[in-house]
């Protein structure tokens, strides 16, 4: 069954450090897609990135970047100059055919 | 671009009464999928509507119906409602479905608070 797996649930770091979200699934399908999701205080969700299955490269989008790895079934996603607006809930989140499977969000506390 | 609207955006109801939650989909989009996030927790698939038709249900109570309507938009009716009914309801739409991912765009959600 598809699952995925966010083991830091809080995590808190100051202003301008680096910070990485793990990220681990568990899915039996071939073709999947793996997704990264900002929750900030106000609610909405706010999508980040899509991955597909068969694209193994690792991406860059300005301060946020994201390592794929098929072979340790992980999708980890890196701030970098972290800034107090990255405080947030993120969700690592998987497809199961047509739904999305969130997994329980790690919640991170930027402290200026 | 436009994009997907919920409402109403915050609602407070008494236990057992009911509650009607909207959703516009995406201009042509035909599927509309509902989450329900309680407080603290990740997202819950409850069910999706793929042109007007049930396409799949999850975890959703009894006491909650949903449908989708000739123009694509769809609500989610809730009665007898209780206090674990306290949570944000996420409406997504997609193009198409076929059983297999298409991308979903997510409303900015409704806040039920149940008292």
């Known amino acids: 069954a598809q699952k995925v797996t966010q083991a830091q649930t809080e995590i808190s770091v100051v202003e301008k450090e680096d910070v990485t979200l793990d990220c681990v699934y568990e899915?039996?399908?071939?073709?999947?897609?793996l997704f990264w999701y900002k929750q900030p205080p106000s609610g909405e969700l706010v999508f980040l990135i899509r991955?597909?299955?068969?694209?193994?490269q690792n991406e860059i989008s300005g301060r946020y970047s994201w390592n794929f790895q098929k072979s340790t079934s992980s999708f980890n996603f890196t701030i970098t100059a972290s800034q107090v607006v990255d405080s947030a809930v993120y969700f690592c989140?998987?497809?199961?055919?047509?739904?999305?499977?969130f997994g329980k969000g790690t919640r991170l506390h930027i402290l200026p | 671009a436009a994009g997907v609207i919920q409402s109403p955006r915050h609602l407070i109801k008494e236990k057992r009464e009911t509650a009607t939650l909207k959703c516009y989909p995406i201009?042509?989009?035909?599927?509309v999928y509902w989450y329900q996030q309680g407080p603290g927790q990740d997202p819950q698939f409850l069910i999706s509507?793929?042109?007007?038709?049930?396409?799949d249900k999850g975890s959703i109570p009894d006491r909650f119906s949903a449908q989708q309507f000739s123009d694509y938009h769809s609500e989610l009716n809730m009665s007898s409602l209780e206090l674990g009914d306290s949570a944000l309801y996420f409406c997504?739409?997609?193009?198409?479905?076929?059983?297999?991912?298409?991308?979903?765009?997510f409303g900015p959600g409704t806040r039920l608070t149940v008292l």
């Open positions: 997504a739409s997609s193009l198409g479905t076929s059983g297999k991912y298409n991308e979903q765009f």
């Open positions: 899915t039996r399908d071939t073709t999947y897609y």
């Open positions: 991955r597909n299955s068969f694209d193994e």
């Open positions: 989140a998987l497809n199961r055919d047509d739904k999305i499977i």
């Open positions: 201009p042509r989009h035909d599927t």
């Open positions: 509507f793929y042109e007007k038709m049930q396409s």
